[in-house]
T-cell receptor, first 115, second 107 residues
Framework: GAGVSQSPRYKVAKRGQDVALRCDPI?????LFWYQQALGQGPEFLTY????????KSGLPSDRFFAERPEGSVSTLKIQRTQQEDSAVYLC?????????????FGEGSWLTVV | RKEVEQDPGPFNVPEGATVAFNCTYS??????FFWYRQDCRKEPKLLMS???SGNEDGRFTAQLNRASQYISLLIRDSKLCDSATYLC????????FGAGTRLTVKP
């Protein structure tokens, strides 16, 4: 499809396990964002890429979280040694412009449950 | 203090009612403003941009007051299908979301 694609849609991880979440942005989109959304909360900013450059990672909650976008298209969010508080929906979004003021389009999210 | 603050609601209104949501932001240098809508277990989707001059899209009116760092969304003649969570979004170097205001429109 032409939208933002995320995988896996659902992931159950045992506490301490590492997980990798993938995002395929809309083709040609320069900007890519990752957000974490806990139940009943709004999306919380994690990190922002412009092409392959990670311009802002101030929202990553700990050094267990790592994101990359090596070729400026597909991005991976990795969470090491998962903990129960990591359970959330991880939303990826992309936009065509190089500045955050452009409309962003979200994927359906990766629902992570840590047990 | 969170960068973007919204009244979480919930707002429960009858069909046909007019309802208004407010949002405040802390960064006076913020550049762009949006309202997104999020349905249960779905991703957020753009509802409308917000401009200083105010803008209207059918039953929806959005306004921005830069001096007070305040954004509003007005929904007139509310419909059952307006039931959702409404997210206020503010951009500076990246996009920051409020926690959302939940609206339920009842018959």
């Amino acid at each position: 499809g032409a939208g933002v694609s995320q995988s896996p849609r659902y992931k159950v991880a045992k506490r301490g396990q590492d997980v990798a979440l993938r995002c395929d942005p809309i083709s040609g989109h320069v900007s890519l964002f990752w957000y974490q959304q806990a139940l009943g909360q709004g999306p919380e900013f994690l990190t922002y890429f412009q092409n392959e450059a990670q311009l802002d990672k101030s929202g990553l909650p700990s050094d267990r979280f790592f994101a990359e976008r090596p070729e400026g298209s597909v991005s991976t969010l990795k969470i090491q040694r998962t903990q129960q508080e990591d359970s959330a929906v991880y939303l990826c979004a992309s936009s065509s412009g190089g500045s955050p003021g452009n409309t962003i389009y979200f994927g359906e999210g990766s629902w992570l449950t840590v047990v | 203090r969170k960068e973007v603050e919204q009244d979480p609601g919930p707002f429960n209104v009858p069909e046909g009612a007019t309802v208004a949501f407010n949002c405040t932001y802390s960064n006076s240098a913020s550049q762009s403003f949006f309202w997104y809508r999020q349905d249960c277990r779905k991703e957020p989707k753009l509802l409308m941009s917000v401009y200083s001059s105010g803008n209207e899209d059918g039953r929806f009116t959005a306004q921005l007051n830069r001096a007070s760092q305040y954004i509003s969304l007005l929904i007139r003649d509310s419909k059952l299908c307006d039931s959702a969570t409404y997210l206020c979004v503010v951009t500076f170097n990246d996009m920051r979301f409020g926690a959302g205001t939940r609206l339920t429109v009842k018959p």
